[in-house]
């Protein structure tokens, strides 16, 4: 079983910055992606941005050029370093792991929520 430790939400106004963290333990073998999805009320959950473990990335339209996907491999860490935020941007975010073989593995999910 793989766990993953989501960190870094909160409360920002709009134009800030926040960074999410996650960090995966338990039965890791081989890391395909590590990823975050989001979720706003009312909303289908939706691919924010991940990270291949060959380093290539895949972004949503709507954080392009705003947000920043990073990962440590030692660590079995991934990052997401957010700037520019929007009220849009206010979700339930969640931090995702993919090994083939297995099925997905989720976190618990961090708020994070941009209000003046």
């Known amino acids: 079983q793989v766990q993953l430790v989501e960190s870094g939400g909160g409360l920002v106004q709009p134009g800030g910055s926040l960074r999410l963290s996650c960090a995966a333990s338990g039965s890791i073998y081989r890391i395909n992606v590590m990823g975050w999805y989001r979720q706003a009320p009312g909303k289908q959950r939706e691919l924010v941005a991940r990270i291949r473990n060959t380093g290539g990335g895949d972004y949503a339209d709507s954080v392009k050029g705003r947000f920043t996907i990073s990962r440590d491999p030692a660590q079995n860490t991934v990052h997401l370093q957010m700037n520019s935020l929007n009220p849009e941007d206010t979700a339930v975010y969640y931090c995702?792991?993919?090994?083939?073989?297995?099925?997905?593995?989720w976190g618990q999910g961090t708020q994070v929520t941009v209000s003046s």
């Open positions: 995702n792991l993919q090994q083939p073989g297995y099925r997905d593995s």
